[in-house]
């Protein structure tokens, strides 16, 4: 059954560098999307993205976050200067249309 | 999207049926209600959805009352797998961006 990967599982890094989380979201799926999770705390969304730009985004999606597709199979997070308020774990998730979404297993963030 | 209220928590028996209420009285005539589960900060984890009609799938069945104002998922015979946070959201069939608004859910926990 197809699945949303998602690379690194761990990231650890210092705060002030950058970060790049990556997904391979459903090969035939045409929607992507970033949320995050701080521990213990709710499922946020961050940004959507169809037809190679960006649908939608919450508050939280500020300057020093961006979103790329830079081949037909990945789906990348990028967050240029990290805060320690960026920790959290970060799920891609994708979808054919505007349904259901599938998420991947998610990329735990560290900054210290 | 509508508001749904979901219990804080509840525990069911292995090998019983959970049942997972969750109001959302203010839905509108094009919005599906959505559920999902989270396993131990795992990524959310897609189970069924429906519009007005009742639905089954594999996983569970979904039970929306007639005026649409609740629903009730059923995990017809829990294991100690079905732990988890499930989430109840509801979202319009028309969104142009997808986007999830997950609540804090219901923790169930099967017991022995």
């Known amino acids: 059954e197809p699945e949303v990967t998602q690379t690194p599982s761990h990231q650890v890094t210092q705060m002030g560098q950058e970060v790049i989380l990556r997904c391979v979201p459903i090969?035939?799926?045409?929607?992507f999307y970033w949320y995050r999770q701080i521990l213990g705390q709710k499922v946020e969304f961050l940004v959507s993205f169809y037809n190679n730009e960006i649908s939608e985004k919450s508050e939280i999606f500020d300057d020093q976050f961006s979103v790329e597709r830079p081949d037909g199979s990945n789906f990348t997070l990028k967050i240029r200067s990290t805060k320690l308020e960026d920790s959290a774990m970060y799920f891609c998730a994708s979808s054919e249309l505007v349904g259901t979404q599938y998420f991947g297993p998610g990329t735990r963030l560290l900054v210290l | 999207d509508a508001k749904t209220t979901q219990p804080t928590s509840m525990d069911c028996a292995e090998g019983r049926a959970a049942n997972l209420p969750c109001n959302h009285s203010?839905?509108?005539?094009?919005?599906?209600v959505y559920w999902y589960r989270q396993i131990h900060s795992q990524g959310p984890q897609y189970i069924i959805h429906?519009?007005?009609n009742n639905e089954t799938n594999e996983m569970a069945s979904l039970i929306i009352t007639e005026d649409r104002k609740s629903s009730t998922l059923i995990l017809p015979h829990a294991t100690l797998r079905d732990t988890a946070v499930y989430y109840c959201i509801v979202r319009a069939r028309s969104s142009n961006t997808g986007k999830l608004i997950f609540g804090q859910g219901t923790t169930l926990q099967v017991k022995p």
């Open positions: 429906g519009l007005k």
């Open positions: 090969s035939n799926h045409l929607y």
């Open positions: 203010t839905i509108s005539g094009n919005e599906y």
